[in-house]
């Protein structure tokens, strides 16, 4: 059974979350501040967290941060403000898989939850090894190095890395990157993709802001040269 945690400080819509959930046979755990959430996330007990930014100790930013900041892989899903456009950018930024705004419908969010969940557990027995510059991407494992040195890529990150990967000099289209990545249920911004290609460059390009592998085509999507 696949576990959740739930962060929000409003009683009535963690209720509703945490029934939703658990009527789809989730486990689901509920607190309501930053410092308990934290702390619950390091344990590293959870499948997926669903992490409000708007919260009573550290706000979710602080929570996502350290817990990527400490190696917690576990697939974080926000929620945020209805227009709040730079919360979004910055949940991405600091590590989160998705984001989800409020209000919200509890289909919307079990879709979003699905495909999380779905990237986080694509781990196939037999993987592929990929090599480009001083990077080695293991995709049995899970796993991406750099001269050696793990790097830590979320769920997301890294199938979206993996599916460039597959595809190695041709274009992908913002549309292909959202079916294949997020699924065909899952509606989003091109901001998305972008956040987290941006991402992904700082990770594994040595100079992020002239990529040599992830690079962008204009108005159509990105290609991975090399």
Known sequence: MMRILIVED????ATGLKDNLEVEGY???VVDDGDTALDRILEGRFDLVVLDVMLPGRDGFAVCREARSAG???PIIMLTAKG????KVVGLELGA???VTKPFSPRELLARIKAVMRRAVENPEQGKIYRFGDVVVDTGKFEVTRNGKRIELTATEFKLLQVLLEHR???RTIDQLMDTVWGKDVFLSDRVIYTHLNNLRHKIEKDPHNPVFLKGVRSVGYRFDG
């Open 10 to 13: 409003e009683p009535t819509i």
């Open 27 to 29: 486990a689901v755990e």
């Open 72 to 74: 917690i892989r576990t």
């Open 84 to 87: 709040q456009e730079v919360d």
């Open 97 to 99: 898989d998705d984001y």
């Open 169 to 171: 000099g041709q274009v």
